[in-house]
């Protein structure tokens, strides 16, 4: 670690949050959407393909099922089964079914062709097996991406991302939604046939950096401390605080002081936590991460690790440090967390120089890394 090259220190201008910093311009910036799957979709105009086509899109799928595209009316759709590794489409509720590898927790990009009425699927850019042929002759409509058709069938609204979807009909590219409008106007690049979200939230988006293996990085969670208005929302218990220097000094005024905040972070994409933070005064150097999850919605030790100056590194927790103001840096590869990994992380709970009244401590960062991983 860090796995991606990422500074040891602030970096300050790098994939804040929305709320944060200004974002500099780059190449290799653009926004993400996050479907939520329970409800959330986005609606487009009706596309209706009667000839050959050709349907590409990327999908980031954390579900083991999900629709991909649909008619919401319930009889076309395209959705994935990755526990029986079938990809099925529906054509006026007739089945084509293919059959192959659809990695979760990756994106892939995905090919619909049909040739002289013959539908075909390629899985980054890898043929999957024909079984049924029912729904290759027939016309196909969608109207919305992510979204079930008619009503629930056992499969959810797709749980990830969709992006960059082109539709061409008869050699002709009649439709093109990058998806990364960071808004809830969705944009067609060709036709001007826009379509829209339907109940999403602004964090829903999030931008991105591609990183050289084609992964897209960014910060989740980034408290540097360069404005005091970043301690609204935390959550002080035993503690006094303030924002100076672009640090955040806490002072610990019981012997179980704690900082603690809400989130709403996805475990498999989340990847890694980076603390920067030093002892002033005190001789309690042991500390601790908590989180909480919409599974287990408490603080407990078996949602915790361990850090602290007068801890070592070991394959979960790196330390690094002192820099030469005393900072120490310590890394936390979340990845292979049981309690963190699938689920949905509500909180986080840091608990600084335990036992100590008047213990001072220096938190410089505070940052959660997330990563979309390319297939």
């Known amino acids: 670690m860090p796995k991606y090259g990422l500074p040891t220190r602030k970096n300050r201008p790098l994939y804040p949050l929305k709320s944060g910093p200004s974002i500099p311009s780059g190449a290799g910036l653009r926004y993400f959407r996050r479907n939520e799957g329970s409800t959330d979709y986005i609606s487009i105009p009706e596309v209706v393909l009667n000839s050959d086509f050709v349907i590409e899109f990327n999908a980031f799928s954390l579900l083991t099922t999900g629709y991909l595209l649909a008619k919401n009316d319930g009889t076309y759709r395209v959705y994935y089964n990755s526990t029986n590794s079938t990809f099925t489409i529906t054509s006026d509720n007739a089945n084509s079914e293919f059959s192959g590898a659809y990695p979760l927790n990756v994106i892939n990009n995905i090919k619909i062709v049909r040739t002289s009425g013959v539908l075909n699927v390629l899985v980054n850019g890898v043929s999957m097996t024909k079984g049924l042929s029912n729904a290759d002759g027939r016309p196909f409509i969608f109207n919305s991406i992510g979204d079930q058709w008619g009503s629930p069938t056992g ?12 539709v061409t009909d008869d050699s002709t590219v009649i439709r093109s939604y990058p998806a990364s409008d960071n808004g809830n106007t969705i944009h067609d690049k060709v036709s001007g046939q826009n379509g829209a979200v339907v109940n999403g939230n602004a964090n829903d988006w999030g931008l991105f950096d591609k990183q050289t293996n084609g992964d897209w990085l960014r910060y989740s969670v980034n408290y540097d401390w360069t404005d005091p208005s970043q301690l609204a929302g935390w959550n002080l218990i035993g503690n006094t605080a303030e924002v100076v220097g672009e640090k955040l ?41 908590f989180w909480k999850t919409t599974a287990s919605p408490s603080y407990s030790g078996d949602k915790s690790l361990d850090f602290g100056e007068d801890t070592q590194s070991n394959t979960t927790v790196v330390k690094n440090g002192p820099d030469l103001l005393g900072y120490f840096t310590y890394e936390f590869d979340m990845t292979q967390i049981v309690t963190w990994v699938g689920e949905v992380v509500t909180g986080i709970r840091l608990d600084f120089t335990n036992t100590e009244v008047g213990a001072v401590t220096d938190i410089d960062l505070i940052r959660v890394v997330e990563v979309l991983k390319n297939a």
């Open 249 to 289: 000094r806490l002072t610990s005024t019981t012997v179980d002081p704690q900082i603690e905040r809400g989130f709403n972070l996805i475990g498999t994409t989340n990847t890694s936590v980076k603390i920067v933070s030093r002892s002033v005064s005190g001789t309690n150097k042991h500390n601790k991460l």
């Open 155 to 166: 499969i959810s609204r797709h749980k990830g991302v969709i992006l960059d979807l082109d």
